[in-house]
């Protein structure tokens, strides 16, 4: 099977404009979920997507929201770009029936805003 | 509230040695799942082990085992025989509970970077 793909993989924005980033999860897996990275604050989660619903949202501020399609990819958008949103976004899948599994990890995009 | 502790900033280790890397977890729920992932400076995530709080036995995944004490919430990560491509960060996690039960939402320390030597 074809692991987790993200796109882009680089992207470099200046403050004040939006991003989307995508993500198509391993074939069969339902749930998606998004994370940060950066050095100063790790990793964080972001929210989950399960079935085209928003299952778990994180303590981020409304400029970041997502969506999820029928085919199961997900899009994250961030609006209104800050210095602070450069990171890498990771997504990360796993088949959330009957219960959580593993979660599985796509390449991630790093984001650069400047 | 669930809380990963990774005390070892960085390590280094010779080539074909075995390493411990750290993990302490905080909870108050009977039920979780505690995870080990490897990233490389290319920066995706790779799953290597998953221990379940119920799990009788250590879990172990070829080089990698998960030496799992419960009763001193640690879940320590066992690489026997480093190879040099073994030479990344290390993070543990586990699984968040909320009132539904297991959720998707990983907690993540904040990461051992381990360095092989040959």
């Known amino acids: 099977k074809a692991g987790v793909t993200q796109t882009p993989r680089y992207l470099i924005k200046t403050r004040g404009q939006q991003v989307t980033l995508s993500c198509s999860p391993i074939s069969g897996h339902r749930s998606v979920s998004w994370y940060q990275q950066t050095p100063g604050q790790g990793l964080q989660f972001l929210f989950e997507?399960?079935?085209?619903?928003?299952?778990n949202k994180g303590n981020f501020p409304g400029r970041f929201s997502g969506r999820q399609f029928s085919n199961s990819r997900s899009e994250m958008n961030v609006s209104t770009l800050e210095l602070g949103d450069s990171a890498l976004y990771l997504c990360?899948?796993?088949?959330?029936?009957?219960?959580?599994?593993?979660?599985?990890f796509g390449p991630g995009t790093r984001l650069l805003v400047l | 509230a669930q809380k990963i502790t990774q005390t070892q900033p960085g390590m280094f280790v010779q080539e074909k040695e075995a390493v411990t890397l750290d993990c302490t977890y905080d909870?108050?729920?009977?039920?979780?799942?505690l995870f080990w992932y490897k990233q490389p400076s290319s920066g995706e995530m790779i799953f290597l082990i998953y221990q379940g709080s119920y799990d009788q036995q250590n879990a172990t995944e070829g080089r990698y085992s998960l030496n799992f004490q419960k009763a001193r919430k640690s879940a320590n990560l066992v690489i026997s025989a480093s190879q040099l491509g073994d030479s990344a960060m290390y993070f543990c996690a586990m699984r968040e509970y909320d009132y539904g039960g297991a959720t998707n939402k990983l907690i993540f320390g904040t990461g051992t970077l381990l360095a092989v030597q040959p």
């Open positions: 909870t108050s729920d009977p039920s979780y799942g």
């Open positions: 997507y399960f079935s085209e619903t928003q299952r």
């Open positions: 990360a899948s796993s088949d959330r029936t009957p219960s959580p599994e593993t979660q599985y």
